[in-house]
């Protein structure tokens, strides 16, 4: 049963050591290369992509009542694909009867059974970004590094935190208690990892594997079923990744109903059924606050793991590179559209504009600073296209259609349908517009009296309405300390004079927690202590040394 | 800022290091002698606590608009001692206006903190030990071990979980991502620990420094201020707690309102108030389950740890030491009158008896043999007395005095008022009476189709109703190793055929993990990871390397 476990080993224990330094490290290569991924890794994995499509697929032994799935690629076609689905109870029921089974695998079992899938899922890489692609809208490039490598980063981070956690405290010990002249007392101590229960992860649309492998793999590492609820309209990346390590778990003499596929139709959501159901312990959800706000009040009996709304922003004090900056910031509005969690949504320049490298420059040169990097970043179609993606939801281009009226437009978005490049609109500090999230690829340059208060205000829209990230442009050291202290105090990561090839948007595995926790935009964190600690519980057993 | 950390570093890193290989270990001295606590410490810290008697309890620069206190010695006379009292929104305020310099003050200033106000402590174990005694009815021996040197060590059980958590990751790292020919991405990333917020603890009747020690150091550790609110029957302990950790902070330049007393009257409880205030963001509470029940219900913003109401059970099902068997189990009867949430009640026995080495028992000769061990026990008035203490609480005695109609009574208590030795009633297994708790002096000897119907029994009560303990007796390895899953699927610590000096009811510090969480008697573990991960975030700040 720990085959796998010795053969995944010295990953996972770099993995561990890689955490603890939290410098750069990654066993899954980012880049798309048939070097690294094998002479013809690009064409096979399109054609496993197309042979899927238009036809059932197939999930060995899954629980099924009914198929479902009305996939639409954002780049045209629909997928065609339908998928094996069951009522909520039917999937509980198979999921609990897998329970004790995972349970009594031990440790050292069910690590393996993770990183072997990992192996095989990262294997697989280009199939996962045509399905990654074609059901969030990304550009092949990011569905590529997205869906697969980094992905399968933050799944190993999640399998490597839960390890080390789980051997934290020795499993066994001999406790002796000296009692003077007598005899000491001598006592046998062991200790079992038990499980907490069914656990439910709640994917996303846009990052369908990235924002739900950590907490898949942090459950099934420590040894609970997991239900896979996706998307409705990006089911194929989690499904493929289900029949994985659902085979893994076959293979291994473990149940395959420890890892369930929980598929629905848009306007027949099962998710509330199954978050509500009194055998979910663990819920793992990535969406909006509002559907936040109800799993707080409705699944009470679960621990709940969340990436929620926030609003991120930019703070432009000054620069001694201003055309870097406004080329390194103006790619993370444009990137994938805008609809990362991490990317920036308000630019607090000061109305009496800042210093550069450049001399001084208002706040309009500012603005047009940006939209000219933005222009130049898209001239060229091909790579627009690249850069942008697509719009994942219809409502995206909805809410970008209306929010032209919002402000005074510094950049108009370009392109139609489910291609758009970012709006651009300059708004006054005191508006209330750049207060609450405005999903897409929408920005507001919000001017404020000075440097200071645009820190102060970023930090404090973070603390009250939740940020994943928060970027500062400043070339004053004492200014620079005193961000630092606000944003630390709002519990949002902050990033300093970026530019070149490295933006705010990105989040590596093993170095970056994801997400804080110390804000509204999520009360989990990829990957600490805390992700894990409570998908499992110690229990002993102690008896007089023999 | 550090010194104090300097000072106390080696005892920080043996408890780290104990916490991970959970052997015995221990800096406190568990007995009460002059040779470890100083020739007089005994007579001195009898003459402290007269000392403290019939007058004000002064704690410098606490929040005072009133004074309270009406503390009645279980042993007989009143204390006469007023605390400072106020409002529940003046302690919020107070504790809110030391948040940010308690954060600031960093992980070693904090810990130093905690680790000196724990040596002074210490030194003062027979102060405590008759505030102790005088407050909860637990006789003196008791009061000395529990209130004093063993509550310390699960203080410090809490302060090196929290320094090793807080210091688990790199505190800053160099992240270096390769550029294939081109120079690397170099980012120096800088982490914080961002404290959550202010955090309240809620201490019980009877153990009111051991069961609040684990949470108060926790949450200081970590950056949050600390409002402590004693039970209104047992103030003195953590009075003298309080001003303790209020003397070393301000030494050591923090703000004394790090930790704050909340006084209250019986009646005129402000526990609710201070409970669902939106400040307070962590609570440690030990209690009834039903409170409990209302915290989860009504203080949804904070963190709850919490110890509740269970029921424990004993398995007797074999015994190849039938005297010392009866001998061990009368002693976690008696002790401290049944009153410890350890304290076994539910003794499930084969309604056809069982083999031991005095040959077969039928089931009456079994109970009738721990009957017997119970009066042995407590024969000599003296040792009856320095074993049973007194009750805490007057509920407690109306409860055994209401209790004798339950079942077939096997063993009368004996003594009047406060004093109450075991009562032990026989019922059936089928009867609901001992499905529930019943707190004190009572036990039921409970018949069970056989061995492994109890060991079923106790298991699913263990589930449903909560367990801290269980205990088996046997000699049937099988059914030994039945026991074992059985009890740790039902997520409750089992301790197996003890004898001599070592108890059920026992729990020692850096090696037994207090209450496991699993099961509903708590939702804390004294002390793991999970009780310190929700104390505080990590929050990051990220530049290009200089």
Chains 1, 2 share one sequence.
């Not at 045509?130 to 990011?142: D, L």
Request: with cysteine.
């Amino acid at each position: 049963m720990t085959e796998l476990f010795d053969r995944h080993r010295p990953m996972l224990e770099a993995a561990a050591s890689a955490l603890r330094t939290r410098g750069y490290w990654t066993p899954f290569a980012e880049v798309p290369s048939g070097k690294i991924y094998g002479e013809h890794a690009r064409e096979e994995g399109l054609a496993s992509y197309e042979s899927l499509l238009n036809k059932p697929f197939e999930i060995a032994g899954h629980p099924e009542t009914a198929r479902l799935g009305a996939e639409l690629s954002p780049f045209g076609p629909a997928l065609g694909i339908t998928y094996p689905a069951a009522a909520p109870g039917a999937l509980i029921a198979a999921g609990e009867a897998a329970r004790p089974a995972l349970a009594a695998a031990g440790i050292e079992a069910r690590i393996g059974v993770c990183l072997e899938a990992l192996a095989r899922l990262n294997a697989m890489s280009f199939l996962m970004a045509n399905a990654v692609m074609h059901t969030t809208g990304q550009a092949f490039a990011m569905a590529f590094q997205a869906g697969g490598p980094h992905a399968q980063d933050r799944a190993l981070e999640a399998v490597a935190m839960a390890w080390a956690e789980m051997t934290r405290f020795a499993a066994e010990a001999r406790w002796e208690k000296p009692q003077g002249k007598a005899a000491p007392i001598v006592l046998e101590k062991h200790w079992r990892v038990v499980p907490v229960g069914v656990s439910l992860a709640i994917g996303c649309n846009t990052f369908p594997t990235w924002n739900s492998y950590s907490g898949i793999f942090a459950s099934l590492a420590t040894g609970n079923p997991v239900i896979v609820k996706p998307h409705p309209a990006a089911i194929l990346p989690l499904a493929l990744t289900v029949r994985v390590l659902r085979a893994v778990l076959v293979e291994a003499g473990l149940p395959a109903d420890a890892v369930l596929l929980a598929v629905d139709a848009p306007g027949a959501e099962i998710t509330k059924d199954l978050a509500t159901d009194p055998a979910v312990k663990l819920i793992d959800y990535t969406g909006s606050g509002a559907f936040g706000d109800w799993l707080r009040a409705h699944a009470r009996q679960a621990q709940l793991f969340t990436e929620e709304t926030g609003v991120n922003s930019v703070v432009i004090a000054g620069s001694d590179d201003f055309a870097g900056l406004c080329a390194n910031l103006a790619f993370s509005l444009a990137l994938y559209s805008g609809q990362m969690c991490t990317a920036p949504q308000n630019i607090y320049v000061p109305a009496g504009g800042i210093e550069t490298d450049q001399g001084p420059k208002s706040f309009d040169e500012v603005a047009a600073g940006i939209a000219a990097a933005i222009d130049a970043l898209l001239a060229d179609p091909a790579r627009a296209e690249g850069v942008l993606g697509r719009l994942a939801n219809p409502a995206t281009r909805a809410r970008l259609d209306a929010a032209r009226g919002l402000g005074r437009v510094l950049r108009e978005s370009s392109g139609e349908g489910r291609l758009a490049s970012p709006l651009l609109l300059a708004v006054d500090g005191e508006d209330p517009v750049s207060g609450a999230e405005c999903f897409g690829p929408i920005a507001f340059v919000v001017s404020v009296p000075d440097a200071d208060a645009g820190i102060a205000r970023a930090a404090d829209l973070a603390r009250e309405k939740g940020a994943i990230t928060a970027a500062l442009w400043d070339t004053d050291e004492a200014r620079i300390a005193r961000a630092i202290e606000a944003f630390m105090a709002a519990g949002v990561n902050l990033s300093i004079n970026l530019s070149g090839a490295i933006f705010v948007n990105q989040s590596a595995g093993f170095s970056d927690f994801h997400v804080t926790g110390a804000n509204p935009a999520g009360t989990a964190s990829l990957t600490d202590t805390a992700f894990v600690t409570p998908r499992f519980r110690r229990v002993m057993w102690r008896r007089p040394a023999a």
